[in-house]
């Protein structure tokens, strides 16, 4: 993620497979991924509405979809806006490109890889919210320099991200719930939204729930959720 100091290149990921992919996801890989990747090696338009084959009036971004559940409700629910969504986790691009065909989504685009990447490649105020849902929490101290919530990181999300746009950010780790929001708060570029405790309690109207949001609550950890707003 740092996009401020391009010399510096971090992982923010762990491992990039987990079990074989079935024969139907293996195919989509080799179909479907190649027509909706964004190609990293030209440079992003000026616009970026127009990666989408169909007009949209504004893009999003997920960072890190996992099981792809939310990032696939939210392209079914708002045909208008443009999904990018990024993982570098083999599986999960897997559980997107199959929902994506299933459904027939054109109204989102995926970048398969670090999404330190991606950051880099997109233009100043391109995205209008990015979603940043259970991330891996990292949670040996000495492992925290690979949490995604960075000082440098953030720079580049509020790069991307138009004044006034959002980025959520949901844990069930209370101790990177405390992390994170102490970084965000020293972040110039951004305002916590919360005016009570339950803003951050409870989950945003819009939200379907992700399977890891699903686990947390059956083994007894409760989600925060945070909306910072781009100044």
Known sequence: MDRDAPTTKRAFFGRRKGHALKPRQAALFESLLPRLA??????????????????VDEVRLEIGFGGAEHLIAQAQSRTNVGFIGTDAFVNAVAKALTAIEERALVNVRLHFGDASE???????????RIDLLYPDPWPKRRHWKRRFIQ??????????LKAGGELRFATDIADYAAYALARVLQA???AWTATCADDWRNPWPDFAGTRYEAKAKREGRKPAYFTFRRE
Do not use: C
């Not at 964004?38 to 007009?55: E, G, H, M, Q, Y």
């Not at 000082?151 to 991307?160: C, M």
């Open 118 to 128: 991606l950051l880099a490649w997109l233009p100043d105020a391109a995205v209008s």
């Open 38 to 55: 964004l190609d990293l090696a030209k440079p992003a338009p000026a616009d970026v509405r127009t990666i989408f084959p169909t007009p």
């Open 188 to 190: 110039e570029e951004f």
């Open 151 to 160: 000082s440098d990181s953030l720079k580049q999300l509020a790069r991307i």
